[in-house]
């Protein structure tokens, strides 16, 4: 029309992406227990259903405190009008002791450090306007969450540049592949303004080791430029090794004084540790004071609601809630992942090993008709309008290599589940019955493939069932 | 070390403007009536107060509209799940209706075209970003909201040009003042992408004119320009003349209008007197937009808790209905003793018959006729009346000695007080006043559906001023 900007009429809001359209076919055909037994099974939300009883008794508990009230008495006025950017100082006092806690109370936060957010969308996107301009971008180690592309980049200019990490050690972040998206950024005429990594990851659901983020601080020292921990999943760590933050690490190697200090900056939200998404309870740290300045002005476009910080509040001040809540929901969480990963797993499919997040890293490469994202996209469509599950293709997270998926598991019950794993059986055993004149070919990459993937999450799976008795 | 962006790192948020000096005082030395007598009164906040026994009598009958009440804690799962940025079924179809009544029911509103957006002031922003490159401009009408600076140019790169409007004809916007804007614009090489226009009008508390709502939108069809009518201010329409919206016009028989070109910014934070619920809403004839708006909303989305609880609220009619009338009255009953305090020591302000605040006319307590001396004079009021209120200049007044000041944020005691501290500094300096004709409360017209005659003073009657900046700083809305 041109009567409209370009955001408009351009497609960086990223929803045309397969990512989104899962969701879309989802919507057309959602799968229920009685009435749509047929159904799209949800497999491709990353989303915590598991532990709602907890909040739910916590509220049936605590009339006083959720209820507009204080003392018995209203403060529905005084929530009202509260607009104040600052946010409700109980409330940030509350989310940093909470972030504190996760974090095995390793590291402390100070509350006139954090400025809150309409979500970890908004928090990401306002790091973005403070940190970034047209013409800069920030590296992302790939595979990474398909919203960052409308998140980081659409309504800000910013450009994403990949960081390609591969199968062949975990997706784990090296030094030559941070250095070769910085030389590819600088080819393309791209100021690198930082690196941001989503850790726990998704979609990976792995926590990132010590190792590697040393080798981030010293790549950030070196170039000069701000790093962001998106660590929205950091109280879905079921497993071990434990979570380490960024945070520690600086702390551990003293360098509170140094100017990286200050370029380090952390996204949180309530969403996915708290399965609350719906509050839109997000936030960003950070140890600069000029990017807490700005981001808090910046928050005016998506203030958190008075009456959600109240709430919130009451709840996350309740240390005997927060520690029972984080114990159990971690459990839950741990039951569920390796069901699913033993359910794949008599299909016979294998995932990257994994001790967070809400989700698997699946691996089916091996039933790929050939190593391409064109395979991948036939395979994920046969999945989807088949096998009728809705999982998210590796290529819609920008992994550098074809046949990986996403798969969540905290969103469905466990009998979901089981119908979920006996689904994809079925169509794996069907696949291997038509598919008799390339079998020889996929028997040997299959069995060189799968021999790998199953050592780590067998194993895994036999640690875990001797932990959980 | 790398910088920081020049958004973040310049002055676009708007907050370095030396009105701050006013929020400083109050925040120093907030008035309160037991425990700091003498402290400033802040009168440059543009909030509803005078609403709340009502809402908590429906709060206190409906404990299922809160999640956290046994009633209502069985929703409480699927409402903190719920984060679809289409919202939630019931909270657009409540939000529709509302909007419908406050406009007594001459129109309906499509909750399809409802999207959310971070309060009126996420909205705005969304809006340019929809509707406008970075470079591009839109016409705004002075005087207006500081807030716009910020909003629509901060982030989005958008430029503002004024529409001048002056006192000699109660600020009215003309073809010609549209007209000469446009030009300017042309002339600094800015394409201009729409007009915004507040109606009810943040800060004269006046309402447009059929004519000139129509003026309007043959202006912007003219020229294929956007028209955005914020409108957060309808429900406090306290007295005739009757609000007219866009929305209404766009239907009458003999305006030609291009439907893709009109969009309306709403909010409850006027209305309802909600801003710490950060419900905003863009409302869009063009589906391009609501498309597109709908998906930037994701930036800004409602709490769910807060969707909850206003589908609940504003389903219930006859709840709707009680609101909409006691909060003219309330509000026409405050206007009406503050003005009429205001004219019996002399001060007069543009007539107005909608929003939270007054115009009031202090050019007659200028020094001199520039924004200098508007300044002191301001200076003076925080300094020695102790009222924060907020200079025309930081609404890009073109002319000097006026000030927006707002009354129904305060108690009736508060508001007695502010208006004795007036009086004795208007009557310290009483060698500048100019004797007003007397008006009677009772004879004034309360609403469309009261028939009492009305005698007020003569129209747009201003006079000498104080000057109380506001800041717009710390608080999100002025």
Not at chain 1, 220 to 241: A, C, N, Q, R, W
Not at chain 1, 421 to 433: C, E, N, P, T, Y
Not at chain 2, 159 to 173: A, D, G, H, R, T
Request: with cysteine; aromatic share 10%; net charge neutral.
């Amino acid at each position: 029309m041109g009567l409209l900007s370009r955001k408009v009429t351009c497609n960086s809001h990223g929803q045309d992406s397969s990512y989104f359209l899962g969701w879309q076919e989802y919507e057309k055909n959602p799968y229920h227990e009685v009435n749509n037994p047929q159904g799209i099974i949800q497999m491709g939300l990353a989303e915590n259903q598991l532990s709602f009883d907890l909040p739910e008794s916590w509220l049936a508990k605590n009339a006083d405190a959720a209820g507009f009230k204080r003392d018995g008495q209203s403060i529905f006025k005084e929530l009202a009008l509260f607009q104040d950017y600052h946010g409700l100082p109980a409330f940030k006092k509350a989310l940093v002791d909470f972030m504190a806690e996760i974090r095995g109370n390793k590291v402390t936060f100070d509350p006139n450090h954090i400025v809150l957010t309409a979500g970890a969308t908004s928090a990401n996107e306002t790091l973005m306007f403070c940190l970034a301009e047209q013409g800069d971008a920030f590296l992302l180690p790939t595979p990474y969450y398909p919203g960052f592309d409308r998140d980081l980049k659409w309504r800000t200019g910013v450009e994403i540049v990949p960081i390609q990490c591969t199968s062949s050690n975990r997706f784990q972040i090296t030094a030559p592949a941070l250095e070769e998206a910085y030389q590819q950024a600088q080819r393309k005429n791209l100021r690198v303004k930082g690196v941001l990594v989503t850790n726990p990851s998704n979609p990976l659901g792995t926590t990132m080791r010590r190792d590697e983020l040393d080798l981030l601080i010293n790549f950030i020292t070196d170039k000069e430029i701000h790093l962001i921990s998106d660590e929205i999943y950091s109280g879905t760590v079921f497993s071990s090794p434990g979570f380490v933050s960024i945070m520690e690490v600086l702390k551990d190697r003293s360098l509170e004084q140094t100017p990286v200090w200050e370029r380090v900056h952390i996204v949180y939200s309530l969403s996915k540790d708290l399965g609350l998404p719906g509050f839109r309870v997000g936030a960003i740290y950070s140890n600069d004071p000029i990017v807490v300045a700005a981001a808090t002005k910046m928050s005016s476009f998506g203030l958190v609601s008075s009456q959600t910080q109240y709430l919130l509040s009451a709840m996350l001040s309740d240390k005997k809630f927060t520690k029972e809540y984080m114990a159990k929901n971690h459990k839950r969480l741990q039951k569920q992942q390796s069901k699913l990963v033993s359910g794949l797993e008599k299909a016979g499919i294998g995932c990257l090993e994994s001790n967070a997040g809400l989700f698997c890293w699946v691996d089916m490469r091996h039933l790929l008709s050939s190593n391409t994202f064109e395979a991948e996209m036939e395979l994920w469509k046969r999945i989807v309008y088949d096998v009728k599950l809705n999982i998210s293709p590796g290529s819609s997270c920008h992994c550098s290599e074809p046949g990986w998926f996403r798969v969540c598991f905290s969103n469905i019950s466990e009998d979901t589940l089981k119908l979920a794993m006996q689904r994809l059986k079925s169509f794996v055993d069907s696949i291997a019955i038509n598919d008799q004149s390339h079998q020889e070919l996929k028997n040997s990459r299959k069995k060189f493939r799968t021999k790998w993937v199953f050592r780590l999450s067998f194993q895994s799976f036999h640690d875990r069932e001797q932990d959980e008795r | 070390m790398v910088a920081m962006s020049k958004i973040a790192t310049g002055n676009g948020h708007g907050e370095n403007s030396p009105y701050f000096d006013g929020w400083k005082a109050y925040e120093t030395n907030p008035f309160h009536p037991t425990e700091r007598p003498e402290g400033v009164i802040q009168m440059g906040l543009a909030e509803n107060q005078l609403c709340f026994n009502l809402i908590k009598n429906w709060l206190i009958k409906h404990p299922e509209a809160s999640l956290c009440t046994p009633q209502g804690v069985n929703k409480f799962k699927e409402t903190a799940l719920f984060q679809d940025y289409h919202g939630m079924p019931e909270f657009r179809q409540a939000v529709a209706k509302f909007m419908g009544k406050v406009r007594g029911d001459r129109v309906k509103f499509d909750p399809d075209r409802i999207v959310m957006s971070g309060g009126a002031t996420g909205a705005h922003e969304m809006v340019a970003f929809c509707l406008a490159d970075p470079g591009e401009a839109f016409l705004v009408p002075t005087p207006y909201y500081p807030g716009f600076d910020r909003d629509l140019k901060w982030r989005t790169g958008v430029e503002l040009v004024p529409v001048n409007c002056e006192s000699y004809n109660n600020f009215k916007i003309t073809r010609n003042a549209l007209e000469a804007a446009y030009v300017k614009a042309q002339e600094a090489n800015l394409r201009v992408k729409g007009l915004l226009i507040t109606n009810p009008s943040n800060p004269l508390g006046t309402i447009l004119d059929r004519d000139t709502l129509k003026s309007m939108v043959r202006f912007i069809n003219d020229k294929n320009i956007h028209l955005i009518g914020d409108e957060i201010y309808a429900a406090t329409v306290f007295m005739e003349p009757e609000f007219v919206s866009i929305s209404e016009i766009i239907e009458e028989e003999d305006v030609e209008c291009n439907r893709d070109l009109i969009h309306i910014v709403y909010s409850l934070s006027k209305d309802m007197g909600f801003p710490g619920f950060r419900v905003g809403i863009v409302y869009s004839y063009n589906d391009s937009v609501v498309s597109c708006a709908r998906k930037m909303s994701s930036f800004g989305l409602v709490s769910s808790q807060t969707q909850h609880l206003i589908a609940s609220m504003l389903s219930d009619g006859e709840f709707v209905d009680n609101f909409i009338t006691e909060n003219k009255e309330l509000l026409f009953k405050r206007h009406k003793y503050f003005t009429w305090s205001l004219s019996q020591v002399g001060i007069g302000c543009l007539k107005g018959n909608s929003g939270l605040f007054i115009w009031m006319d202090l050019r007659k307590l200028l020094k001199e006729k520039t924004f200098a001396a508007e300044m002191e004079l301001w200076r003076v009021i925080i300094n020695e009346v102790k009222l924060n209120v907020s200079p025309g200049s930081s609404f890009h007044c073109e002319e000097p000695g006026w000030f927006r000041v707002c009354f129904a944020n305060m108690d009736d005691h508060t508001m007695k007080v502010a208006l004795l501290r007036i009086r004795t500094f208007v009557l310290k300096n009483n060698e500048a006043m100019v004797p007003l004709k007397l008006c009677r409360p009772s004879s004034l017209k309360l609403s469309l559906s009261r028939s009492l005659s009305r005698r007020m003073e003569a129209p747009g009657i201003m006079s000498p001023h104080s000057p109380l900046p506001q800041s717009p700083l710390v608080r999100a809305r002025t």
